[in-house]
């Protein structure tokens, strides 16, 4: 207990404690909603790969992208894209710029997805666009 007590009497001699403990919870609430809101799914993207993807976050206009992008590959056909996003935000918040989260995985469904030509063909196409390797993108046929 004499520690704790100790600990509490330095705590008080610390001038203007009120300001560090507010810096700190401040710190605390923007680094959470940061980690959530670099790409929220809150409003959700329009289905269509004809959508205005300047208008949408960074995620989902480089998700409808992909989509249409790779929509127009030889053999695919209609295709769905889910792309996985690191959320951490300690470089935006640190730099004080915003930078586009880093694509940590992604699932390709198209109707080519049984030949294994359009899956290769797809999955060197998203890993050239979302700077991801070949082990991490999964393409699948579409039923």
């Given at each position: ?26 710190v ?16 959700k ?30 053999g ?64 699948y046929?579409?039923?």
């Open positions: 207990m004499g520690k704790a007590s100790d600990l509490l009497a330095k705590l008080k001699s610390v001038k203007h404690i009120h300001l560090i403990a507010g810096a700190a919870v401040i605390i609430v923007l680094v959470v909603y940061f980690s959530f809101a670099s790409c929220s799914s809150g409003g993207a329009s289905d269509s790969a004809d959508a205005n993807a300047d208008n949408l976050d960074y995620c989902s206009a480089m998700r409808v992208r992909l989509e249409k992008i790779v929509s127009q590959i030889d695919v056909g209609d295709a769905s894209v889910i792309i996985n996003w690191d959320r951490s935000v300690s470089s935006s918040l640190v730099g004080g710029g915003t930078e586009n989260p880093q694509a940590t995985g992604a699932v390709v469904v198209c109707k080519g997805g049984n030949s294994t030509k359009v899956k290769l063909d797809v999955m060197y196409a998203v890993s050239t666009l979302l700077n991801l390797s070949i082990e991490k993108i999964m393409v046929p579409k039923s």
